[in-house]
């Protein structure tokens, strides 16, 4: 039996979070090789980038595998300093343009290679085996879990003010975390407020950051959610004045839970960032998104999880379930044959339908991969519930 009266927890970590300096870095290597392979001529169908990203005091490692277009080590270098400047660290232990930085980038497998190109009458094959997971639930307007949502928000809201310029006193380093009291299954209250941010002022109290941070904060979460009863931990250790990959390693992919839907729905596993659209970890997380995000939108469900699964070199995938939580207007095994019938769930299927090939992941690495609005330029195109008519007409 689900329960319907409970807490639940999500939390966010904002860009500038040592593990999100990371994933910038490595997205921003991602959207260079497409932009590059354009001027070269190159297919971007045959770009393959997996890049890595280590940083710490003052030092950025880059490694991984690439196919696509020449980029010379010095360049990638910059746009890594690039990258760093954009987020705002320029303090002593961290800066943008003093930075030691690495490059170990080398050609892919050929033995990768050859199972994931197309060729003759083979399609083109996933990157690698793996499931994934697509989620989407009605409890905000963009069909996310409520706690991780406003989580992001919060942090987002602070960082806008950061980059303007509006809040001098903070740094770049900061993670959220809102606890949320479901009443008959729905959110409807904050019970526990935990935010961290980094001050560069030393001097700054938690009472302090608690003044700057709280009409944020407010804002983010819906106007009755905060209550008497909420109770509040801002900067809980006392100080956070050292920030960054000055005071913890950052790691790309080391945030999937952040990245992905805060622990509400299960996890494959696979981390998005510094991969190209082959890599199924990504493309097809994106479309399990996707067709769950419209199944929801259509009406069929109010909580969706969908999951797909993968073998190295094979083009099709190995299974596809649906399970709509006891909320389904439709039977779950019609969805699961239906589905496929609306996007082609191969690798080279999803890059075509979601538009994948473009420079539009470094705009991913923070804030969350899902729950964001579809943009002009093809970002975030799995967030389009352009299937909910189709949907609707299997379903009447």
Known sequence: ??????????????EG??????????????????REGVKAGIDPYAIRVAAETL?????????GEVRGPHIPFERI???????????????????WNTANIEVLLHEQSVDIAQGVDAAGNKDEGAGDQGIMFGYAVRETPELMPAPLYYSH?????????????????????????????????KPVEATQIVLSHQH?????????????SEPYIREALPKDWITNNTVWH??????????????????????IIVDTYGGAAPHGGGAFSGKDPTKVDRSAAYAARYLAKNVVAAGLADRC????????????????????????????????????????????????????????????????????????????SWEKTDLVDQLKSHFR
């Open 234 to 255: 801002i900067n809980p250790t006392g100080k956070f004045f050292i920030g960054g990959p000055d005071g913890d390693t950052g790691l790309t992919g080391r945030k």
């Open 153 to 185: 928000k919060i942090l987002e809201l602070l960082a806008n003010a950061r980059h303007s310029g509006k809040e001098k006193g903070l740094g770049p380093d900061a993670k959220s975390q809102v606890t949320v009291r479901y009443e008959n299954g």
């Open 55 to 63: 940083c710490t005091t003052n030092r950025v490692i880059i490694a």
């Open 77 to 95: 270098a910059e746009i890594a300093r690039k990258a760093i400047r954009a987020i705002g660290y320029e303090q002593h232990g961290f800066h």
């Open 305 to 380: 999880t969908l999951q797909l699964s993968y073998a190295i070199g094979v083009a099709e995938p190995l299974s596809i379930y649906v399970d709509l939580h006891g909320t389904g207007q439709a039977p779950e095994d019609k969805l699961e044959a239906v589905l496929p019938q609306l996007i082609r769930l191969t690798p080279r299927g999803i890059r075509e339908h979601l538009q994948l090939n473009r420079p539009i992941y470094a705009r991913t690495s923070s804030y969350g991969h899902f729950g964001r609005k579809p943009e002009p330029d093809g970002g975030f």
């Open 200 to 212: 560069i002022d030393e001097n700054l109290s938690p009472a302090d950051i608690r003044r700057i």
């Open 1 to 14: 039996m689900t329960r319907k009266n409970y807490l639940f927890t999500s939390e966010s970590v904002s």
């Open 17 to 34: 979070h040592p593990d999100k300096v990371s994933d910038r870095i490595s997205d921003e290597i991602v959207d260079e090789f497409f």
